[in-house]
């Protein structure tokens, strides 16, 4: 069955005829423009507007708007200089050298915002910021290492006796702390569906133990049953999407987004649950907190700036093969999002409002039958954390800094996640 256009997606990629890529074009600039007044008058300074040298990490403005210049798209924001922790972790031999040596162009379905994420970065953050972005330190809490060696082997060899493992066909590629167990358990549940329960990293941490190996890692399946995985780092992994694409061009992606400052709390939350003494949110949140610059090479808060991720999967996968799913409606009303899912998956509709409930005292919703098991199960005492109170003056700095990158997110994708109208956070 072939997957119905993404909801909401219609008035996106797909049918923009060039006046309506004019308006969006428009629409961009004079976002920009107010950005661009909001730095000079909100604490950013005039600096945030000058185009310092430190910038010259991040792909020219032109190169992403125009006809891609793919060296440029795909090593955005400073990675070329100082790798990103992830490159660090891959070695420096596989990063140019994956199977598929030239990437398809830009997406030709995709809606391009005028400006580029990674430029409106460049205009967001102070030249300080900008240096720390360009020196790699995007990751200064270790990485959630939910998965071990032996865990993914264990995955790999308790599957049933029938069938053949295959590679996967689906992934959900994040975002971290955005609901992306919860949708793992929920697809599980579906017949057709096999998945491992353990992140395997592949794409990112064990590029280098190859295709075999990862192969290895998934559950068995029979024919017609999809085979998926979940690792919320790909999503921000510079090398994944070319290394995806390269595994195979049709791999359906999924992406659980939530409110970008309710995820760095919720990232932040779980960081401190394993390092009590790291300073407080407030205090990471900021380069200078007097001086308003947020500190956007802090992995809890880059990971939300969702529209400079996106643009490089837009390199090399079209709008239509990647689905984004609301965190926040995933809790509200997980059978609603669990339709859009199977919908895209091309299954039948089997995991409906029948297999979920909710659990008051967990305060979130469980499976009935997870498939595993069939007793009812919620998830685990690190998905549903109560997160530390914020000073509410830094929520709202971190609103305002998320807020054009929103904006370019929501034109990209053809959705509006509305995280604008919340009016609190957890
Ligand atoms: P919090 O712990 O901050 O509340 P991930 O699985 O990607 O790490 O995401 C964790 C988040 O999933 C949790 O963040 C929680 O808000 C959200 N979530 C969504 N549905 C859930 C469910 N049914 N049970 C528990 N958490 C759920």
Known sequence: MAPPAQPGAQGGRGSKGP????????????????????????????GALRS????????????????PAPSALRSPAGLRGSPA?????????????????????????????????????????????????????????????????????RAGSTTPD?????????????????GTRALLEAIRAHPDVRAVGVEPHFFDRNYEKGLEWY?????????????????????????????IHSMAKDTKLIVVVRNPVTRAISDYTQTLSKKPEIPTFEVLAFKNRTLGLIDASWSAIRIGIYALHLENWLQYFPLSQILFVSGERLIIDPAGEMAKVQDFLGL????????????????FPCLKKPEDS???????????????????????????????????????????FQWEQEESDK
């Open 374 to 416: 069939s007793a009812p199960r919620c998830l685990g005492k690190s998905k549903g954390r109560t997160h530390p109170k914020i000073d509410p003056d830094v929520i709202h700095r971190l609103r305002k800094f998320y807020k054009p990158f929103n904006v370019m997110f929501y034109q990209m994708t053809g959705q509006d």
């Open 19 to 46: 006046p309506a890529r004019k308006l969006l074009c428009m629409c961009s600039l004079s976002l920009c423009l107010t950005y661009l007044c909001y730095s000079l008058m909100g604490g950013t300074g005039p």
């Open 215 to 243: 192969r290895n890692v998934m559950p068995k399946t029979l024919d017609g049953q999809i085979t998926m995985e979940k690792t919320p780092s790909y999503f921000v992994t510079n090398e994944a999407p070319k290394r």
């Open 52 to 67: 310092p040298a430190g910038l010259r990490g991040f792909p020219a403005p032109s190169a992403l708007r125009g006809s």
């Open 162 to 178: 029938y069938g053949e493992k295959r590679l996967p066909q689906a992934l959900i590629i994040g975002v971290k702390k955005g």
């Open 85 to 153: 922790p992830s490159a660090l972790r891959s070695p420096a031999g596989l990063r140019g050298s994956s199977a598929t040596p030239a990437p398809p162009t830009r997406a030709s379905n995709a809606s391009r915002p005028g400006v580029s994420a990674a430029a409106w970065l460049r205009t967001a953050l102070a030249p300080g910021e900008v240096i720390a972005a360009q020196s790699g330190a995007f990751e200064r809490d270790p990485q959630e290492s939910s998965t071990t060696d032996e865990e993914l082997s």
């Open 348 to 363: 039948k509709r089997i995991v409906t409002e029948k297999h979920f409930y909710f659990n008051k005292t967990k305060g």
